[in-house]
Nanobody
């Protein structure tokens, strides 16, 4: 079984910052790429960013320069640093690691963490 747990969400004022964490645990061989996406109050799903096994990152255009992803491979943890937040960043943020388990690669999902940007 694989567990994916996000944390770090909350209420922040416009212009503020938050750091989200995602921990992958369970019976796994390894974690390949890890990524984040978000679901907005209008129920739109948006890709936020990804980080591969080599540490290369990619982001949606609207988040480049504001959001940063890093990972601790030893701890199977990925971080999302979000700066210069604005109300349009309000969403539930989900982590989706690609996990190798029993010889197969598969995506898993967490339950998400709520981020609210408001004054």
């Amino acid at each position: 079984q694989v567990q994916v747990v996000e944390s770090g969400g909350g209420l922040v004022q416009p212009g503020g910052s938050l750091r989200l964490s995602c921990v992958v645990s369970g019976t796994i061989d390894s974690v390949n790429s890890m990524g984040w996406f978000r679901r907005t109050p209008g129920n739109q799903r948006e890709l936020v960013g990804t980080i591969d096994n080599e540490g290369r990152t990619d982001f949606a255009d609207s988040m480049k320069g504001r959001f940063f992803v890093s990972r601790d491979k030893a701890e199977n943890t990925v971080y999302l640093q979000m700066n210069s937040l604005n109300p349009e960043d309000t969403a539930i943020y989900y982590c989706y690691p690609n996990v190798r388990r029993a010889g197969l690669n598969q995506n898993y999902w967490g339950r998400g963490t709520q981020v609210t940007v408001s004054s």
